[in-house]
């Protein structure tokens, strides 16, 4: 269910881990209100580590991105899935280990920064192989990573996001890139660094921290994004409070019908809700349930949701938390008609 806060989100928490396409900028454009939002939380004293399921753009090309919004960005702060992946696949492998590498620049980059040698092809016997996605990807490199996986290398990928939004559509992403692979071997990768995943979060809590330190606690951590599939999957996989912003993919009737392992913590309309208390979300006697002067409530018999107004993100919390609670009870929530919100 829902939680609430005593005081605003920025002020609950100590490190935010903000995804960023349909967060914080749209391909090139800033969404509405984030870097105006992200400095204000910064400046009431939250951190903020940016993340990516992005495996080919460099880091510094991304706060460069960051900063022309007017934000101040390091490198560092921004956690790719190379990044990820190439620490992942450096724990589980020794220091000086051959690992084939299929993506990117910044992918063959960060794993040669953790002292691995980066190989080419199966012949070369790399006892590891990380395979990522970018746009010149050949049949070649991808039956090398075949072979090599055949031959007993052991299988990491960046991310397993089956879709890959382009400039003249939706193209196939770095899972099905993956899938092929698996189709030719039979093998499935043994970790992806990318979310739905954790491992990118608990990673970002490392590194903010400083390798040589105590890594962020994860109740002092919040998990921001606008997919309930990959940002807040990854944070209820991995124990961490979420936020789902509306500035992106998810929108409210896919949070009213959502299963209990993609349903967020808090629920804002953008990024300006990172300075706002969360009000508590509450159930009456009579079954409806109640978030600030928002009322939802379920007729039965018509098989119908109500909300006192469609224009409220409070009715959308209340709403949410009536629909979840129904479907918990073992309702079907597939047969009850919901408002359309217009926020």
Aim: aromatic content about 6%; overall charge negative.
């Amino acid at each position: 269910m829902l939680k609430s806060t005593d005081k605003p989100i920025a002020e609950t928490y100590c490190l935010a881990l903000l995804d960023l396409d349909g967060v914080v900028y749209r391909g090139k454009n800033p969404v509405e209100y984030a870097a105006e939002s992200i400095r204000q939380a910064e400046a009431v004293g939250m951190s903020i580590e940016y993340t990516t399921n992005n495996s080919s753009r460099f880091q510094r090309v991304v706060a460069d991105q960051l900063r022309g919004f007017d934000l101040n960005v390091e490198p560092h702060q921004v956690i790719t899935s190379s990044v990820v992946a190439a620490r992942m696949v450096a724990r589980h492998v020794p220091a000086g280990a051959k690992v084939l590498v299929l993506g990117a620049q910044h992918l063959r980059e960060e794993v040669a920064r953790q002292g691995l040698v980066v190989v080419d092809g199966a012949a070369d016997d790399p006892v590891a192989v990380i395979q990522g996605w970018y746009p010149d990807m050949r049949w070649q490199e991808m039956a090398e990573v075949s072979f090599a996986v055949e031959h007993g290398a052991t299988y990491f990928v960046t991310n397993r996001d089956l879709t890959i939004p382009r400039e003249l559509g939706i193209a196939p992403g770095c899972g099905s890139m993956i899938q092929a692979v698996i189709n030719a071997t039979g093998v499935e990768p043994v970790a992806s660094a990318g979310k739905p995943e954790s491992a990118m979060y608990d990673e970002a809590r490392l590194l903010a921290a400083g390798d040589n330190a105590e890594p962020v606690a994860k109740e002092s951590c919040l998990a921001i994004g606008d997919r309930l599939d990959t940002d807040i999957e990854a944070g209820n996989r991995g124990g961490y409070d979420s936020l789902a912003v509306l500035t992106g993919v998810t929108n409210p009737h896919e949070l009213m019908l959502a299963p209990a392992h993609l349903r967020p913590t808090y629920i804002v309309k953008d990024l300006r809700g990172l300075m706002d208390v969360m009000p508590a979300v509450d159930q009456l006697a009579n079954g409806s349930w109640t978030c600030g002067d928002a009322v939802a409530s379920l007729d039965e018999a018509s098989g119908t949701l109500n909300v006192n107004n469609t224009t409220s993100i409070d009715a959308l919390r209340a709403a949410c938390a009536l629909m979840w609670s129904y479907a918990d009870r073992g309702g079907d929530t597939a047969t009850i008609t919901v408002p359309n919100f217009a926020l």
